[in-house]
Structures are given as C-alpha cells and as structure tokens.
C-alpha cells in the first residue's frame, strides 16, 4: 500500500513537471493558447503551474490576462510576486510594477533589483537611485544595475565612487565601468580598471577594442585585437568597423577576408567601406555574396551607387 502511494506520488509529481515544462516551452515560442491548454487540463496544478502560466502570458504581451490569472492564485510565493512584477516591467508598466511591489507580502533581494532594473531601464535612474539607497541587503547583481544607471545617465564620476564602494565587483561591474570612461573620452581610466582585473571574458576584451575604436585610436586598437585569447563574431566586427570608419579600407578588406563568420552587420560596414573608397564593384561583390541581407544592407547598397550618380536595378538583385 504505501509503495503504491509514494509510487502515485511519484508519478503525479512527474506529470506535473513534464505539463509545467509544456507551458514554458509553448509561451516561449509564442503559442499562448497551446500553453493554456495544458494549463487547463492539469488535474494536479502546483505553484510552478501557476507561475509558469503567469510568465507565459506576460512574455506574450498580455498583462491583463497575466493579473487576473495572478489574482486568482490560491496560494503565492515570493517568486510569484517577483514574476509579476518582472513581466509589468518588462511591458513597460512601471506604476502598476510599482504598485505590487509596495503591496508585497514580503520582499526579496531580486524583488528590490527587479524594481531597481525596471527604473534604470526606463531611463528613470533618481528612482532607481532612491530606491537602491533603501535596499536592506544588495548582491554583485543590484550594485551592477545601479552602477549601469548612472554610466547610461552619464554621471560617470558618481558611477566611479560607487564603483569604488562595491564589495564585490564582478567581471561585468568592471566590463560596465570600462564601457563608461570610453563613452566619455577617458581612455587611462578605462586601461586602467581592464590591466587590473583579475579575470576577462571575451566581452571585456571586446569593450576595450570597440572603446579604442570609438575614441580613434585604431591601431592600439589592433594591438589589443591580436592578443585577445578568443574572438567572436562582435570583437571581429568591432575592429572591421574601425578600419572602415577611419577609410583604411585595404587593412578592412584584408580583416573582412579573414573573418571566420561574415555578419550581416560586418558586411554592411564593408559595403559602406568599399563605397566611400568609390569601389562600386567590390561593394556590390560583397553584397552578392550575402546569403541574408537587412534594411540597412539595401540602404548602405544604394548609397554606395548614388554616391557615384547610378541606380540600384532591384531586378538586378539575387
């Protein structure tokens, strides 16, 4: 008898995950009503259910849904008001996000950063600001919120003092900072935080290339470019971009051909580049050669044949 039981309660606990993983799988793709469905036909829903089909209609963009599923939760847990105020925030519904948190039952460190994040966000960083300062614990995470909100409102000395405050300063604290002092033309400061940090990513090399480019200074640049442990498709494009926007168009194509993986965004810079150079031909070679192109691909081909008095034959397109 009680094998039998705990074999049930096995079993029902395994229904459940396997339904609770269907609802998130079908929110995610954007098929709503399929998620509901299973939803409805659980016999045995638990809070992750619950949560679960909250999230899903929020990620489809249906806050009202969202509520009045929310409201008619038997039972809550802290995730479940965090979720509901993450998906207001997410739909850009800061009052009403606002409005849960106040009337929370009870508060978490990632209940606090949510509201913290929905604010810097939205640009409203005196908010965020005034709440961070209220917080009773903060983690790496609140810190690195808080400091991206000062950097994007471009108070970077106020950025740097808390900063320097952090207990903890994690890779993409110190990421965050670098990206800072390059916005605002303070290239030693930015050097600085990246030859002290005890460990980089492929992003904090990436910042220092892109920073150098955005402040002209391609060929340390370049330097940096050819030490990097790893690149990806971004550092690559990054340094492409730096070549084509300075006009040294023959060291882009020379980097363009060695580039393992041709973006989009890569190639429209290259067809930019060749075009500013008057190479009408090459900018359209690299065009052909595109298997997928975006707006900006047209745009930057067209320009390239009005530049010099022509006009793009759309029928002439592959």
Known sequence: MLARFILSRKYGTGIAISANSQIAQYARVGQIEKARRVFDQMHDKNIVSWNSMVGGYFQSNQPGEARRLFDKMQERNTVSWNGLISGYVKNGMFSEARKVFDSM???????????????????????????????????????????????????????????DMMPDKDVVARTNMIGGYFQVGRLAEAREIFDEMPRRNVVSWTMMVSGYVHNQQVDIARKLFEVMPEKNEVSWTA??????QCGRIIEASELFQAMPIKSVVACNAMILGYGQNGEVAKAREVFDNMRDRDDRTWSAMIKVYERKGLELDMNDTQ
């Open 239 to 244: 340094m492409l971009i730096g070549y084509t």
């Open 105 to 163: 039952p009870e508060r978490n460190i990632v209940s606090w950063t949510s509201m913290v994040r929905g604010y810097v966000q939205e640009g409203m960083i005196s908010e965020a600001e005034s709440l961070f300062w209220e917080m009773p614990e903060k983690n790496v995470v609140s810190w690195t919120v808080m400091l991206g909100g000062l950097i994007q409102e471009g108070r970077i000395d106020d950025a740097r003092r808390l900063y």
